[in-house]
């Protein structure tokens, strides 16, 4: 019996794309679309820069326009999931309705890793997951003096340029000992540590949050975990993402730091699927072992590769990954991984702002990033697609250039 | 409401009506073009919205530099008037350009 209807639950990154491919791929069953959010589909990475500082508008977030979804017959259900009926292959929705599915898609994504302190419920303290977060942010970091960010990672960081532009005073709060840690070399973390700081922006390595105090119900402090009290109208927190895994949990499905899927994106039952921000999937970029990557580039490309099995054109996941992150002038672009990296080459200046970080795992290169060096980006793309390797000994020659390179290796 | 011809490598016509303000990749993916994905969203990161200026508008448009033009030096088929199109910003005055698309993209 051929597929006839196709239920996807989320509307991020992950769940349009497989809406849109499907048609694309020429599929002509039934295609719905379960967002729990209000308003049309749209775009994360513009939440924590471009949208807040108002320099987009919210219709330039959209994946589509509302006539394309009815152009397409994609039916944009907001509602919420309340459970799985496996058995009968059917969705419980919040509402009391109910959508019975050929394929079930899960596209919930993830969400932020809660404060854990006294003070945590206070008004002014903000993740910045969803646009109604940014909206309700956007007004209150144009006002803000004093600004404290917990946790230095791509989103805390993103905000602390922003916040930092706008004038106000940004205290950034960081476990670790350099910022972006679990993502990105020593030596790239050090370029954005000056270049923060350089904006007015001021660390505070192996220091955690104790507590949150307010007035009035809002937030007026932040007593870190070294008894200091830094004042604070406004702050915000970046601390790591938990996945949505309660749904797939519920129903029986194999869970393992994110709903575990096989390396064609199925879940332990053969009608559903899971991708991005909530699926742990054997990623060859890291030895097989079961990993989820929270991009844009994993919930897309994973999008891309559902739609294309269920119209008959099975493949493994092995997309390479590539990740980017937007701070004041500085774009960095990562490619590949950089688990288990213990030799680095760098190429470019430092001093300058332009910097790409070869990561190597002994001689095998297994990631590059690339702060405004665009160029290289592109070219480390090609280069860990396929081999033949590029060595340390080579990378690091006097002159060496990832263009001709790639060029003169090209298959 | 200036209109956009997008034209496909295999000849595959697209007129499409974009609005003041946004860009030529956006006008496109909002009105499904094939042959533009446009990954990132318009960040400049993805290199996957790539297009030819067609020969009578080429001289409308200053060239791509910066982060646009580096992206580009390693796109499918590169040419003196290619663009990614999430830095086109559409103008009142564009009605009747025409932009290719390359056999693919990145």
């Not at chain 1, 992950?14 to 967002?35: H, P």
């Not at chain 1, 997309?319 to 002038?329: C, I």
């Not at chain 2, 997008?6 to 016509?13: A, P, Q, V």
Request: glycine share 10%; hydrophobic share 45%; proline share 6%.
């Amino acid at each position: 019996m051929s597929l006839d209807s196709v239920v996807i639950v989320g509307a991020g990154h992950g769940g349009v794309q497989v809406a849109i491919s499907l048609r694309q791929e020429g599929f002509g069953g039934r295609i719905v679309l379960v967002n729990d959010e209000p308003g049309l589909p749209y775009q994360r990475p513009p939440l924590s820069k471009a949208y807040l500082l108002g320099k987009i508008n919210a219709t330039a977030m959209l994946f589509r326009p509302e006539t394309f979804y009815a152009d397409q017959r994609i039916e944009l259900v907001h509602d919420r999931v309340a459970a799985i009926d496996r058995q009968n292959r059917r969705v419980m929705l919040d509402s009391g309705s109910a959508l019975d599915f050929g394929h079930l898609v899960l596209a919930t994504g993830a969400h932020n890793r809660p404060l854990n302190v006294p003070g945590s419920t206070l008004g002014g303290i903000f993740g910045i997951k969803t646009k109604a977060d940014a909206d309700f942010l956007s007004p209150l970091v144009k006002q803000a003096r004093n600004v404290v960010v917990i946790g230095a990672g791509f989103i805390g960081l993103e905000f602390a340029a922003v916040a930092a532009a706008e004038g106000a005073a940004v205290e950034v709060l960081e476990l670790g000992d350099r910022p972006m840690a679990r993502a990105v070399s020593p030596q790239m973390s050090e370029l954005f540590r000056a270049a923060h700081e350089g904006w007015g922006v001021k660390f505070n390595f192996r220091t955690g949050l104790a507590e949150l105090e307010g007035e009035d119900g809002k937030v007026s402090a932040v007593t870190t975990s070294d008894g200091r009290r830094l004042p604070a109208e406004l702050v915000v927190f970046g601390i790591g993402v938990i996945p949505n895994v309660q749904l797939a949990l519920e129903a029986g499905l194999d869970i393992d730091n994110g709903i575990r899927v096989n390396s064609s994106l199925l879940t332990s039952d053969p009608h559903i699927s899971a991708l991005g921000d909530v699926a742990a999937f054997p990623c060859v970029q890291n030895g097989e072992n079961l990993t989820r990557l929270e991009s844009v580039q994993n919930a897309v490309d994973q999008g891309k590769l559902i739609a294309a099995r269920l119209v008959g054109k099975p493949a493994p996941y092995t997309a390479l990954p590539w990740f980017w992150t937007d701070q004041g002038n500085l774009k960095l672009q990562i490619a590949g991984l950089s688990i288990g990296a213990d030799n680095y080459v760098t190429l470019g200046d430092a001093a300058a702002q332009q910097l790409s970080v070869l990561c190597f795992r002994g001689e095998e290169l297994i990631a590059v990033e690339s702060c405004n060096r665009p160029g290289d980006h592109v070219f480390a793309r090609k280069i860990l697609a396929r081999p033949p390797a590029l060595t340390p000994a080579t990378a690091a020659a006097p002159d060496f250039d990832l263009k001709a390179w790639e060029a003169a290796n090209r298959p | 409401m200036p209109t956009i011809t997008f034209i496909e490598h295999n000849g595959t016509r697209h007129e499409v009506h974009a609005d003041v303000g946004q860009s030529a990749m956006q006008a496109a993916t909002f009105a499904g073009v094939p042959g533009i994905p446009g990954d990132c969203g318009g960040a400049c990161a993805c290199a996957s919205c790539h297009a030819y200026v067609d020969d009578a508008w080429a001289g409308r448009f200053a060239p791509a530099e910066g982060t646009e033009y580096d992206m580009l030096e390693n796109v499918v088929e590169r040419q003196p008037t290619s663009r990614l199109t999430c830095q086109l910003v559409v103008g009142a005055d564009m009605d009747g350009l025409t932009l290719r698309l390359p056999a693919a993209q990145f």
